[in-house]
């Protein structure tokens, strides 16, 4: 997420990571192939090693009159820049039993490491399809040597063959010890016109290897994209332009990487806050979730809200804070466990089925003979898989794929059953003898119908709502089958994907299909719904959550229609994707789908069961709030908060939760409380709160480190506090300035070694004498408060006043000075003499 999510932005953005949240399947943007090998090959022969290579999604290229090598066909494992400890990489594949070796193309001065040579292609594909008897296990590719030959293959890159995508790596295997060294290149760089711009850091060259970025982009291979993008922003900020930081980020947001998705929109908000759209500022808001900072995207959701809706917008916002704060506080409610089936792939969209099995997708690789990628994240195409469950716990056991009548060469997922398990729905690419696209050239996804006879799944049907020009898929069914909800961007959505529903007719056919309404989908992506005879399950990212997308629940009765729409809470929900929920209420068991840390792989399984939890009292009187550090915005676990009342008096104390949380409850109703924050090497915080009946009283608490009291001015260390005040004519220490001095005494008690001098000065009005003799006192004054509170005498070197002998600027009497000018010299310093 790493997203399948993204099956239905930009097409259907669904898959949540695998295409992370795979719980869509994406779509298939048409690339261009040129079939034009060497005019030399007999067409025949050509057309049988393209439709062979084609089946296997091996790439090849073809070179002419490189010395040192023969004609015929080279098995390229790695392409790189230098020479240095290729050697010793042959021998050990020597040792492997390869006829390997290297060579250099002088026309881009790059190095190729191949594991054979042959005179065959049809000898060289079936050792790559075999990935040579299980010895090698990395992408490889095919090189065609055309010595001698008089026809000049000017553009390798355009023979490369890219039927199905495939990911390409560098000799992983052997790059532990020198792809630092040797520079490794992945193949699909590997061109005349780029390949050689990886060690050219011109601008020129930073402009090619965006606009092969932009090309990924724009066929929505993100994961190449990202991997390109990468590359050029390393390069310097130079290629810092608002629309490669922008399709940076979203290479990697689209896959749910939300800690990659947010340095680059991070970067675009600090170099071009100005010019960012809505979406923009809502992606970085969610990009801040995902990472854990929700302090800070708060603040960007906010900014998101006014640009959307502007200043009318602000109560709902504040509310929705209330709502965020309240879910990071909640106690989890639920036991999850990784189930065992999740593989290094995306596993998700389980679905109950025959009362004991469980089907699933899987971008699991099955295959024996290749293995075909999806090119948004290099993943395999997703399959759906049935297998038994455990009772006891929750595990799936003996998974096979489901009917070869269902599963395509393409994607299948997200399936649901009619009650009496005879018809089936799920979504598939848009797909039949190949894949059908769009005037813009998407492959959209529809959702597909089957039925079953004789113990047998017959092929599938496309339903009627579907279209060729956007995309329908999650199907999910009502418990006696008659209404069908689906998700669908389709002209009349609200958002980027609704939750539609159609009924289901006594004849199979459709009624028209109905948009849920705007208190079910947002202005995002609603998706994956799951119905029951008592409430809707959908996940969102356009209501309040935690980050990436969230589980939401919706009841619902015959007379009102849906109700309010709750958030299912912590540990279902996470600061990343969260989806696919299905639940048996009788049992409060059942299952939905991640790609939190912690995962066997990109998306993962979860089974779930809901633990007993204690009734919410109807009257709550409460202050809660969020612990931040003020500069950064961080969030800051184990402060501790303490509850006083308005005579000082310690009523409760806590130390803030993992997230800065922290709550007191059963507090009395419309009583003012004094809130006191304390942690390490900060200042304290005090402040006041008051109780509203019936309420949660939410008051957010920053706290700022002692340290960041010590500057440096003209080269000078000093304290900075605010401003010491005095009364007229006194020298005495008020309130406000022993607040103060507080402060200055934590930081000399955090910095035992610091030495420190006072000087205090006025302004020019009144008598020069008489104004340092009353500096001179107030100075005194400071440092007998100091003292009193614990220091050292001898780390006070000196205090001292110099009344207006050292005014900071012109207002020296000679001329008209305001009084804030006048201000500025009444003073008192705090000079640093040793640390």
Not at 98 to 118: I, K, R, S, V
Not at 145 to 166: A, C, K, R, Y
Not at 445 to 450: A, G, M, N, Q, V
């Amino acid at each position: 997420m790493r997203s399948v999510l993204n099956l239905f932005f930009l097409v259907f953005i669904i898959f949540a990571q695998a295409q992370n949240i795979q719980g869509e399947f994406v779509t298939d943007v048409s690339t261009n192939t040129d079939t034009s090998l060497d005019s030399e090959f007999a067409e025949n022969d050509k057309k049988e090693f393209q439709k062979a290579a084609e089946s296997i999604a091996i790439p090849y290229r073809a070179f002419q009159n490189i010395e040192s090598t023969e004609n015929g066909y080279y098995v390229i494992a790695g392409t790189f820049s230098k020479s240095r400890n290729l050697k010793s990489q042959v021998k050990k594949l020597n040792k492997k039993g390869f006829d390997a070796g290297y060579f250099q193309n002088p026309q881009n001065e790059l190095y190729y490491l191949y594991l054979n040579h042959y005179t065959s292609w049809k000898d060289a594909l079936n050792d790559c399809s075999t990935k040579f008897d299980n010895r090698y296990e990395d992408e490889v590719w095919v090189l065609k040597m055309l010595n001698g030959e008089s026809e000049i293959v000017e553009d390798i890159n355009s023979i490369v063959v890219e039927s199905e995508p495939i990911e390409n790596t560098n000799l992983t295997v052997f790059e532990t010890e020198s792809v630092d060294d040797t520079n490794a290149i992945p193949v699909e760089d590997v061109t005349y016109n780029m390949l050689s711009e990886a060690k050219d850091n011109s601008p020129e060259a930073k402009t090619k290897l965006i606009k092969r970025a932009d090309e990924y982009f724009d066929k929505m291979w993100y994961a190449e994209a990202a991997k390109l993008y990468e590359q050029a922003l390393s390069k310097g900020e130079k290629a810092y332009s608002y629309d490669v930081l922008k399709k940076a980020g979203d290479a990697h947001y689209f896959n749910t990487d939300m800690e990659n998705a947010y340095k680059w929109y991070n970067t675009l908000y600090t170099k071009y806050e100005s010019e960012m759209s809505s979406d923009y500022l809502f992606k970085y808001a969610h990009s801040l979730k995902g990472i854990g900072n929700y302090k800070r995207s708060k603040r960007l959701l906010k900014l998101y809200n006014k640009k959307l809706a502007g200043e009318e917008i602000e109560p709902v916002t504040k509310q929705n804070e209330i709502v965020l704060d309240g879910l990071l506080r909640m106690e989890e409610k639920f036991d999850i466990k990784n189930i065992n089936i999740n593989s290094k792939y995306s596993e998700f969209s389980p679905m109950y089925y025959n009362g004991d099995q469980v089907v699933y997708a899987s971008a699991k690789d099955s295959s024996i003979f290749t293995t075909r990628k999806y090119k948004w994240n290099n993943q395999p195409y997703l399959d759906l898989f049935v297998a038994k469950v455990n009772e006891e716990s929750q595990d799936f056991k003996d998974a096979i794929k489901f009917s070869k009548k269902i599963n395509t060469k393409y994607h299948e997922a997200s399936v649901a059953f009619s009650p009496d398990n005879e018809t089936m729905y799920f979504t598939r690419n848009n797909y039949g003898k190949k894949l059908k696209r769009d005037k813009n050239g998407i492959n959209h996804l529809k959702i597909y119908r089957s039925k079953k006879v004789n113990g047998e799944w017959l092929e599938a049907e496309e339903v009627s709502f579907n279209s060729d020009d956007y995309s329908t898929g999650h199907p999910a069914l009502s418990k006696d089958g008659k209404q069908l909800y689906f998700v669908s961007d389709m002209p009349g959505s609200i958002g980027e994907t609704d939750i539609f529903v159609v009924d289901v007719l006594e004849d199979g056919s459709f009624s028209s299909p109905r948009n849920l309404g705007p208190e079910i989908n947002t202005e995002h992506k609603e998706m994956f719904p799951f119905i029951n005879d008592k409430k809707l399950y959908f996940s969102s990212d356009g209501h309040v959550g935690l980050g990436g997308l969230d589980v939401f629940e919706v009841a619902f009765d015959d007379e009102d229609g849906f109700l309010e729409v709750r958030n299912v809470g912590k540990p279902v929900n996470s600061k990343k994707d969260d989806f696919s929920f299905i639940v048996n209420e009788e049992t409060q068991k059942g299952y939905f789908a991640s790609n939190r840390d912690g995962g066997k792989g990109d998306d993962d399984i979860y089974s779930f069961k809901t633990l007993q939890v204690e009734e919410i009292p109807t009257s709550i009187n409460a202050i809660s709030g969020i612990v931040t550090e003020l500069i950064t915005g961080d969030l800051m676990p184990n402060a501790l908060v303490q509850l006083l009342d308005e005579n000082n008096i310690k009523l409760k104390e806590m130390e803030t939760d993992e997230n800065g949380n922290f709550i007191f409850e059963d507090l009395d109703a419309d009583t003012r409380y004094v809130l006191k924050t304390t942690k390490g090497s900060y200042f304290d915080d005090t402040r006041e709160a008051a109780t509203k009946e019936n309420e949660i009283v939410n008051v957010d608490v920053s706290m700022r480190k002692l340290n960041d009291m010590i500057a440096v001015e003209n080269g000078i260390k000093k304290l900075k506090t605010e401003m010491i005040h005095f009364n007229f004519d006194k020298s005495y220490i008020r309130t406000d300035a022993a607040l103060e001095l507080d402060k200055l005494v934590a930081v000399m008690n955090d910095s035992p070694n610091m030495v420190i001098k006072i000087e205090s000065h006025t302004d020019s009005r009144g008598d020069a004498v008489y104004n340092k003799y009353l500096s001179d006192k107030r100075a005194k004054s400071t440092r007998d408060y100091i003292i009193a509170q614990g220091i050292d005498p001898s780390r006070i070197e000196s205090a001292i006043g110099y009344g207006e002998e050292q005014l900071l600027n012109n207002c020296d009497g000679t001329v008209r000075c305001t009084e804030e000018q006048h201000y500025l010299n009444r003073r008192s310093e705090f000079i640093i003499v040793n640390m």
